[in-house]
């Protein structure tokens, strides 16, 4: 199995859907992150780990706990509201060592995991912009992405927060309505969300205050 073919769905096994109320009202907040790691895999849904922990910390103001960013907007959409959505860009995991023991599902035999470790590399994106495979894996993403992002019932004035540098290309090629927003933060992973200053930092306010109104 090739990494594109992988990332279009080919290992059904390791998707991780999105978080997302179909039809009953107008999203007013839409996070779209990188990929799926090992704690998505077992909790099956976005954003589930000790990032998501974090983000909601922050978002919150608060000081981490054990509930995940993933997990309240999972709550929020059981119970009927929808007004805050969680995507990845992949649906699938983009790094092997998220396949750990515990997940209980083997990692797919892809021939070229070293184009998806590429792709994550920032240092490597003049050797990524001109490999055919790795520009293969893109657009299939980019693409799905697109669809996926059609079936979100986006207010019109919803805001979509774009996090990480991987995810940013891809948020830039959506297409949104007039009133719609988009806006790129950093990834909440490793602390970039305790940023106080700088046009990041600032983003992340108007995102923050979007989803305390939300949430309420």
């Not at 290992?11 to 839409?30: H, I, K, N, S, T």
């Not at 779209?32 to 978002?59: F, W």
């Not at 997990?71 to 959505?85: E, L, N, Q, S, T």
């Amino acid at each position: 199995m090739q990494a594109v073919d992988y990332v279009a769905g080919a290992y059904p096994a390791a998707r991780v859907d999105d978080l997302v109320l179909r039809g009953a009202g107008d999203v007013e907040l839409v996070f779209i992150l990188e990929s799926p790691h090992t704690d998505e895999l077992i909790s099956r849904h976005p954003v589930a780990g000790m990032t998501g922990r974090n983000a909601l910390a922050i978002l919150r103001q608060q000081t981490r706990g054990t509930e995940s960013l993933g997990h309240v907007v999972k709550d929020k959409i059981d119970a009927g509201d929808g007004r805050v959505a969680i995507l990845n860009v992949s649906t699938v995991p983009l790094q092997e060592k998220a396949f750990k023991p515990r997940t209980r599902i083997a990692a797919p035999p892809l021939s070229d995991w070293g184009v998806l470790d590429d792709m994550r590399d920032a240092s490597k994106a003049a050797h990524v912009a001109v490999d055919p495979a790795a520009q293969a894996v893109t657009a299939a993403l980019r693409g799905d992405l697109q669809h996926r992002m059609r079936n979100v019932p986006m207010g019109a004035d919803c805001i979509v927060a774009v996090c990480g540098g991987f995810a940013h290309p891809f948020g830039r090629a959506l297409i949104l309505n007039a009133g719609q927003t988009l806006i790129e933060v950093r990834h909440p992973s490793n602390g970039w969300w305790l940023e106080t200053t700088g046009q990041y930092a600032i983003n992340l306010d108007i995102v923050r205050d979007r989803f305390l109104t939300s949430t309420r």
